[in-house]
Protein backbone atom coordinates (compact mmCIF):
# COMPACT_ATOMS: atom_id res chain seq x y z
CA UNK A 1 0.00 0.00 0.00
CA UNK A 2 1.21 3.73 -0.49
CA UNK A 3 2.44 5.26 2.38
CA UNK A 4 0.70 8.16 1.42
CA UNK A 5 -2.36 6.50 0.93
CA UNK A 6 -2.29 5.29 4.60
CA UNK A 7 -1.38 8.53 6.11
CA UNK A 8 -4.77 10.00 4.55
CA UNK A 9 -6.69 6.74 5.37
CA UNK A 10 -6.03 7.08 9.17
CA UNK A 11 -7.70 10.72 9.34
CA UNK A 12 -10.72 9.23 7.13
CA UNK A 13 -10.65 6.35 9.64
CA UNK A 14 -11.28 9.08 12.42
CA UNK A 15 -13.99 10.90 10.53
CA UNK A 16 -15.59 7.65 9.89
CA UNK A 17 -15.62 7.02 13.28
CA UNK A 18 -17.35 9.95 14.61
CA UNK A 19 -20.00 9.43 11.72
CA UNK A 20 -20.86 5.82 12.83
CA UNK A 21 -23.12 6.89 15.81
CA UNK A 22 -24.35 10.64 14.42
CA UNK A 23 -28.13 10.22 15.70
CA UNK A 24 -26.87 8.67 19.10
CA UNK A 25 -28.28 10.51 21.85
CA UNK A 26 -26.09 9.36 25.08
CA UNK A 27 -23.02 8.54 25.71
CA UNK A 28 -21.06 5.53 23.14
CA UNK A 29 -17.57 3.88 23.43
CA UNK A 30 -15.69 0.91 22.68
CA UNK A 31 -13.00 -0.57 24.40
CA UNK A 32 -11.19 -3.10 22.17
CA UNK A 33 -8.09 -5.28 22.32
CA UNK A 34 -6.44 -7.34 19.43
CA UNK A 35 -3.39 -9.04 18.80
CA UNK A 36 -1.05 -10.73 16.49
CA UNK A 37 1.84 -13.52 17.44
CA UNK A 38 5.30 -13.43 16.54
CA UNK A 39 5.59 -13.46 12.79
CA UNK A 40 8.64 -13.74 10.51
CA UNK A 41 10.14 -10.29 8.74
CA UNK A 42 10.55 -10.40 5.31
CA UNK A 43 13.46 -8.14 4.06
CA UNK A 44 12.59 -5.69 2.02
CA UNK A 45 15.68 -5.32 -0.67
CA UNK A 46 15.26 -8.80 -1.83
CA UNK A 47 11.55 -10.06 -0.27
CA UNK A 48 13.87 -12.88 1.68
CA UNK A 49 11.97 -14.04 4.81
CA UNK A 50 14.57 -13.83 7.85
CA UNK A 51 14.77 -15.60 11.26
CA UNK A 52 13.82 -12.17 12.45
CA UNK A 53 10.36 -11.52 13.93
CA UNK A 54 7.97 -9.40 15.58
CA UNK A 55 4.65 -9.27 17.45
CA UNK A 56 1.97 -6.27 18.01
CA UNK A 57 -0.08 -6.41 20.90
CA UNK A 58 -2.74 -3.10 21.25
CA UNK A 59 -5.48 -1.73 23.42
CA UNK A 60 -7.92 0.90 22.52
CA UNK A 61 -10.82 2.91 24.00
CA UNK A 62 -13.09 5.46 22.67
CA UNK A 63 -16.08 7.89 24.21
CA UNK A 64 -19.10 9.94 21.96
CA UNK A 65 -20.34 12.22 24.64
CA UNK A 66 -23.18 14.01 22.71
CA UNK A 67 -23.39 18.23 23.83
CA UNK A 68 -26.70 18.79 22.42
CA UNK A 69 -28.95 17.10 20.26
CA UNK A 70 -32.00 18.05 18.61
CA UNK A 71 -34.14 17.22 15.97
CA UNK A 72 -34.79 19.72 12.29
CA UNK A 73 -37.64 19.96 9.97
CA UNK A 74 -36.47 17.20 8.04
CA UNK A 75 -36.17 14.91 11.21
CA UNK A 76 -32.45 14.45 10.92
CA UNK A 77 -30.68 15.26 14.15
CA UNK A 78 -28.22 18.20 14.55
CA UNK A 79 -26.00 16.79 16.83
CA UNK A 80 -22.48 18.37 18.66
CA UNK A 81 -20.66 16.12 20.49
CA UNK A 82 -17.28 15.44 22.41
CA UNK A 83 -15.46 12.69 20.79
CA UNK A 84 -12.21 11.34 22.75
CA UNK A 85 -9.90 8.06 21.49
CA UNK A 86 -6.44 6.42 22.25
CA UNK A 87 -4.38 3.51 21.08
CA UNK A 88 -1.68 2.03 23.02
CA UNK A 89 0.09 -0.64 20.92
CA UNK A 90 3.71 -2.87 22.62
CA UNK A 91 5.76 -4.57 20.19
CA UNK A 92 8.79 -7.34 20.73
CA UNK A 93 11.28 -7.06 18.37
CA UNK A 94 13.81 -10.18 18.55
CA UNK A 95 16.53 -11.92 16.12
CA UNK A 96 16.72 -8.95 14.04
CA UNK A 97 20.69 -8.17 12.01
CA UNK A 98 21.13 -4.69 11.61
CA UNK A 99 21.99 -5.01 8.16
CA UNK A 100 18.68 -7.01 7.15
CA UNK A 101 17.01 -3.75 8.17
CA UNK A 102 15.87 -0.73 6.10
CA UNK A 103 18.46 2.60 6.95
CA UNK A 104 15.49 4.33 8.35
CA UNK A 105 15.17 1.41 10.80
CA UNK A 106 19.00 1.31 11.86
CA UNK A 107 17.53 2.07 15.36
CA UNK A 108 15.68 -1.20 15.27
CA UNK A 109 11.60 -1.05 14.93
CA UNK A 110 9.47 0.77 17.47
CA UNK A 111 8.66 -1.26 20.57
CA UNK A 112 5.88 1.19 21.37
CA UNK A 113 3.14 3.34 19.96
CA UNK A 114 0.45 5.93 21.55
CA UNK A 115 -2.06 7.67 19.39
CA UNK A 116 -4.49 9.98 21.13
CA UNK A 117 -7.13 12.53 20.38
CA UNK A 118 -9.60 14.93 21.09
CA UNK A 119 -11.87 16.49 19.35
CA UNK A 120 -15.55 18.33 18.59
CA UNK A 121 -18.15 17.15 15.75
CA UNK A 122 -21.19 18.82 14.18
CA UNK A 123 -23.44 16.89 12.01
CA UNK A 124 -26.63 19.20 10.70
CA UNK A 125 -28.77 18.87 7.82
CA UNK A 126 -28.34 21.66 4.28
CA UNK A 127 -31.57 20.22 2.63
CA UNK A 128 -33.72 16.39 3.03
CA UNK A 129 -30.70 14.51 1.58
CA UNK A 130 -27.64 16.75 1.85
CA UNK A 131 -26.11 17.08 5.16
CA UNK A 132 -23.18 19.24 6.90
CA UNK A 133 -20.07 17.31 8.78
CA UNK A 134 -17.62 19.32 10.60
CA UNK A 135 -14.51 18.15 12.99
CA UNK A 136 -11.54 19.12 14.18
CA UNK A 137 -9.03 17.70 16.69
CA UNK A 138 -5.82 17.58 18.15
CA UNK A 139 -3.78 14.99 19.24
CA UNK A 140 -0.45 12.81 20.00
CA UNK A 141 1.14 10.42 18.37
CA UNK A 142 4.38 8.79 19.37
CA UNK A 143 6.83 6.32 19.62
CA UNK A 144 6.98 6.80 22.82
CA UNK A 145 10.82 7.47 22.98
CA UNK A 146 10.34 11.07 23.14
CA UNK A 147 7.23 13.33 23.29
CA UNK A 148 7.75 16.76 22.36
CA UNK A 149 5.57 19.24 19.96
CA UNK A 150 6.19 17.44 17.23
CA UNK A 151 4.17 14.92 18.24
CA UNK A 152 1.21 17.04 18.65
CA UNK A 153 -0.86 16.68 15.35
CA UNK A 154 -4.20 18.58 14.50
CA UNK A 155 -6.82 17.72 12.22
CA UNK A 156 -10.17 19.39 10.75
CA UNK A 157 -12.55 19.00 8.34
CA UNK A 158 -15.75 19.64 6.25
CA UNK A 159 -17.71 16.99 4.20
CA UNK A 160 -20.79 17.34 2.35
CA UNK A 161 -22.51 14.06 2.82
CA UNK A 162 -25.72 12.99 0.08
CA UNK A 163 -27.97 10.39 1.39
CA UNK A 164 -28.62 8.81 -1.85
CA UNK A 165 -31.48 6.51 -0.25
CA UNK A 166 -31.79 4.87 3.59
CA UNK A 167 -28.77 2.54 2.54
CA UNK A 168 -26.40 4.17 0.38
CA UNK A 169 -24.77 7.70 1.27
CA UNK A 170 -21.16 9.63 -0.25
CA UNK A 171 -19.48 12.68 0.97
CA UNK A 172 -16.73 14.77 0.10
CA UNK A 173 -14.94 17.73 1.27
CA UNK A 174 -11.71 19.58 2.57
CA UNK A 175 -9.82 17.86 5.61
CA UNK A 176 -6.76 20.56 7.13
CA UNK A 177 -3.93 18.71 8.66
CA UNK A 178 -0.57 19.38 9.94
CA UNK A 179 0.79 15.87 9.85
CA UNK A 180 3.54 16.63 7.33
CA UNK A 181 4.90 19.93 8.49
CA UNK A 182 2.96 22.15 7.45
CA UNK A 183 -0.99 22.93 7.43
CA UNK A 184 -2.29 21.52 4.50
CA UNK A 185 -5.71 20.80 2.68
CA UNK A 186 -5.93 16.98 1.43
CA UNK A 187 -9.08 15.59 0.12
CA UNK A 188 -11.25 13.38 2.27
CA UNK A 189 -14.32 11.06 1.35
CA UNK A 190 -16.86 9.67 3.42
CA UNK A 191 -18.51 6.45 1.49
CA UNK A 192 -21.17 4.10 3.46
CA UNK A 193 -22.99 1.47 1.71
CA UNK A 194 -25.34 -1.25 3.39
CA UNK A 195 -27.89 -3.36 3.48
CA UNK A 196 -30.03 -4.33 6.53
CA UNK A 197 -32.08 -7.86 6.02
CA UNK A 198 -31.21 -10.70 7.42
CA UNK A 199 -28.12 -11.16 4.94
CA UNK A 200 -26.72 -8.11 5.15
CA UNK A 201 -23.40 -6.57 3.85
CA UNK A 202 -21.48 -2.84 4.77
CA UNK A 203 -18.85 -1.44 2.40
CA UNK A 204 -17.65 1.44 4.28
CA UNK A 205 -14.20 3.86 3.01
CA UNK A 206 -11.63 2.87 4.16
CA UNK A 207 -12.76 1.10 7.03
CA UNK A 208 -13.25 -1.96 5.45
CA UNK A 209 -15.92 -4.46 4.00
CA UNK A 210 -18.18 -6.92 5.53
CA UNK A 211 -21.01 -9.76 5.11
CA UNK A 212 -23.19 -10.91 7.54
CA UNK A 213 -26.28 -13.15 8.45
CA UNK A 214 -28.18 -11.96 11.24
CA UNK A 215 -29.83 -14.70 13.07
CA UNK A 216 -31.87 -12.63 15.60
CA UNK A 217 -31.98 -9.54 17.25
CA UNK A 218 -28.98 -10.39 19.76
CA UNK A 219 -26.61 -12.25 17.29
CA UNK A 220 -25.05 -11.45 14.02
CA UNK A 221 -22.27 -13.57 12.75
CA UNK A 222 -20.25 -11.53 9.94
CA UNK A 223 -16.84 -11.89 7.52
CA UNK A 224 -15.05 -8.94 7.51
CA UNK A 225 -12.19 -7.60 6.22
CA UNK A 226 -10.64 -4.14 8.16
CA UNK A 227 -7.77 -1.49 7.21
CA UNK A 228 -6.54 -0.06 10.77
CA UNK A 229 -2.89 0.74 11.99
CA UNK A 230 -1.26 3.46 13.84
CA UNK A 231 1.13 6.43 13.17
CA UNK A 232 3.37 8.69 15.26
CA UNK A 233 6.00 11.07 14.51
CA UNK A 234 9.61 10.03 14.75
CA UNK A 235 13.33 11.56 14.44
CA UNK A 236 15.17 9.99 11.61
CA UNK A 237 18.62 11.68 10.91
CA UNK A 238 17.34 14.45 13.59
CA UNK A 239 14.35 15.20 10.66
CA UNK A 240 11.12 14.87 11.93
CA UNK A 241 9.37 12.13 9.99
CA UNK A 242 5.99 9.83 10.29
CA UNK A 243 6.14 6.11 10.90
CA UNK A 244 3.05 4.12 9.94
CA UNK A 245 2.14 0.56 11.20
CA UNK A 246 -0.67 -0.68 8.98
CA UNK A 247 -2.26 -3.88 8.91
CA UNK A 248 -5.48 -5.63 6.89
CA UNK A 249 -7.26 -8.02 8.20
CA UNK A 250 -9.57 -11.47 7.51
CA UNK A 251 -11.79 -12.93 9.51
CA UNK A 252 -14.96 -14.10 11.61
CA UNK A 253 -16.78 -11.90 13.65
CA UNK A 254 -19.79 -13.08 15.87
CA UNK A 255 -21.68 -9.85 17.14
CA UNK A 256 -23.32 -10.60 20.59
CA UNK A 257 -25.97 -7.93 22.01
CA UNK A 258 -26.58 -8.04 25.91
CA UNK A 259 -29.68 -6.23 26.47
CA UNK A 260 -30.70 -2.29 24.87
CA UNK A 261 -26.92 -0.93 26.27
CA UNK A 262 -23.98 -3.82 25.95
CA UNK A 263 -22.44 -5.26 22.21
CA UNK A 264 -19.52 -8.02 22.34
CA UNK A 265 -17.54 -8.60 18.79
CA UNK A 266 -14.54 -11.49 18.86
CA UNK A 267 -12.95 -11.42 15.70
CA UNK A 268 -10.32 -14.47 14.76
CA UNK A 269 -8.62 -14.38 11.28
CA UNK A 270 -5.55 -13.65 9.83
CA UNK A 271 -3.06 -10.82 8.76
CA UNK A 272 -3.02 -10.18 4.74
CA UNK A 273 -1.12 -7.41 5.32
CA UNK A 274 1.19 -5.81 8.24
CA UNK A 275 3.96 -3.72 7.30
CA UNK A 276 6.07 -0.62 8.39
CA UNK A 277 6.77 2.96 6.56
CA UNK A 278 8.34 5.78 7.24
CA UNK A 279 7.75 9.16 5.25
CA UNK A 280 9.82 12.55 5.80
CA UNK A 281 7.09 15.48 6.71
CA UNK A 282 7.70 17.64 3.44
CA UNK A 283 4.52 18.10 0.89
CA UNK A 284 7.54 16.99 -2.12
CA UNK A 285 7.26 14.06 0.21
CA UNK A 286 3.62 13.48 0.14
CA UNK A 287 3.59 11.41 -3.06
CA UNK A 288 7.22 10.35 -3.15
CA UNK A 289 7.69 6.21 -3.90
CA UNK A 290 10.36 4.64 -2.70
CA UNK A 291 12.80 2.18 -4.66
CA UNK A 292 12.66 -0.45 -2.02
CA UNK A 293 9.37 -1.92 -0.92
CA UNK A 294 8.41 -1.21 2.97
CA UNK A 295 9.43 -3.62 5.93
CA UNK A 296 6.58 -6.20 6.43
CA UNK A 297 5.75 -9.65 8.26
CA UNK A 298 4.57 -13.14 7.25
CA UNK A 299 0.89 -13.69 7.46
CA UNK A 300 -0.22 -15.28 10.47
CA UNK A 301 -2.90 -15.24 12.96
CA UNK A 302 -5.09 -12.47 14.11
CA UNK A 303 -7.54 -12.31 17.09
CA UNK A 304 -9.89 -9.42 19.00
CA UNK A 305 -12.17 -8.86 21.16
CA UNK A 306 -13.92 -5.44 21.47
CA UNK A 307 -16.87 -4.22 23.73
CA UNK A 308 -19.16 -1.16 22.65
CA UNK A 309 -21.32 0.58 24.74
CA UNK A 310 -25.15 3.02 24.37
CA UNK A 311 -26.60 4.84 26.75
Known sequence: MNKTVFYLSQLFLFLLATLAARSQSGISGEFKVDYVPF????RPIDSTKTDAESNFKRAQIAFEIPLSLKMDKYNHPRLWSLIANGSYA?????????????????????NELLNTQIGIKHIRSISSSWSLFIMASVGIYTD???????DVLMQGGVLFIKQFNPNLALGVGPVLTNSFGVPMVLPGIYFNWESRGALHFKVAFPEGVELGYRMNDNFDLKL????????????????????????IIAGLRPQ???????????????TLVR???????????IFKEKDIA?????????????LKWKF
Not at 256 to 270: C, M, N, Q, S, Y
Not at 275 to 285: E, H, L, P, V, Y
Open 39 to 42: SKYV
Open 144 to 150: MVEINKD
Open 90 to 110: KMENRNYNIQDLPAEFQGGFP
Open 256 to 270: LKFGEHWTLEPTAGT
Open 224 to 247: VGELSGMTAETKIGNKSSLLGYQQ
Open 294 to 306: DPRFTTTFYGALA
Open 275 to 285: NFSTTNRKIKD
